[in-house]
């Protein structure tokens, strides 16, 4: 596990996962407010079903309160954009793992 302040970027993945979070759920659970512009990068990225997250794209469960990418590429992505945040205030850190 690599801890980016309080991002977590975790290659393992629990048994059971539950949920779909919105970015704006992930914001309003962290207190952390997202750009438009990387908003928009994001939500292009972002994958409905929990199921075999393809690469190049994302899911956010709501138990644990995790992000997993389809690809380690992708989770470098996604922490390149959110490690740009100040997270030393957030409410709840964000745990980023990958599939594959």
């Known amino acids: 596990m690599i801890d980016v302040g309080n991002i977590l970027i975790n290659s393992g993945k629990p048994m059971i996962m539950l949920g779909n979070l919105s970015l704006k759920q992930i914001e309003e659970r962290t207190g952390i407010s ?3 512009e990387d908003r928009e990068i994001l939500g292009e990225i972002h994958q409905e079903k929990a199921e075999n997250i393809s690469s190049g794209k994302w899911h956010y469960f709501d138990l644990p309160f995790m992000m997993v990418c389809g690809d380690k590429p ?25 599939e594959k």
């Open 34 to 36: 997202i750009s438009s």
């Open 74 to 98: 992708t989770a470098e992505k996604v922490v390149k954009i959110l490690s740009a945040y100040d997270w030393s205030k957030a409410q709840q850190a964000l745990q980023i793992s990958w």
